[in-house]
């Protein structure tokens, strides 16, 4: 069973960075996925953040984060991580982490099958 476990997530003043990570369990070959961050907001639909392609080569970011945001991976250590420059207080919300097999790593929800429980992540102004 695909397991994703995000962490990193926490309080951070406007400005700040904070590094979250996502780690992968139960997948015999993690190289096929594709990996995503998605977040939601109270009140707010989940949101597409980034996500990066099986072999890290290509990435792609929701218009809010690009340039502050980036996403990267380690296929070795099964890991994902979401790196967050320059924050700010409309960044708040629960960040998710997830996995499409053989996925081209493109920005619906549904594209994904498995999902972390997702990390909150909170910006004061």
């Known amino acids: 069973q695909v397991q994703l476990v995000e962490s990193g997530g926490g309080l951070v003043q406007a400005g700040g960075s904070l590094r979250l990570s996502c780690a992968a369990s139960g997948i015999t070959y993690f190289s096929g996925y594709a990996m995503a961050w998605f977040r939601q907001a109270p009140g707010k639909e989940r949101e597409f953040v980034g996500s990066i392609t099986w072999s890290g080569s290509v990435t792609l970011y929701g218009g809010s984060v690009k340039g502050r945001f980036t996403v990267s991976r380690d296929n070795a250590k099964t890991m994902v991580y979401l790196e967050m420059n320059s924050m700010k207080p409309e960044d708040t919300a629960i960040y998710y982490c997830?996995?499409?097999?053989?996925?081209?790593?493109?920005?619906?929800?549904?594209?994904?099958?498995?999902w972390g429980q997702g990390t909150q992540v909170t910006v004061s102004s």
């Open positions: 997830a996995a499409d097999y053989l996925g081209r790593g493109g920005p619906q929800e549904n594209e994904y099958a498995y």
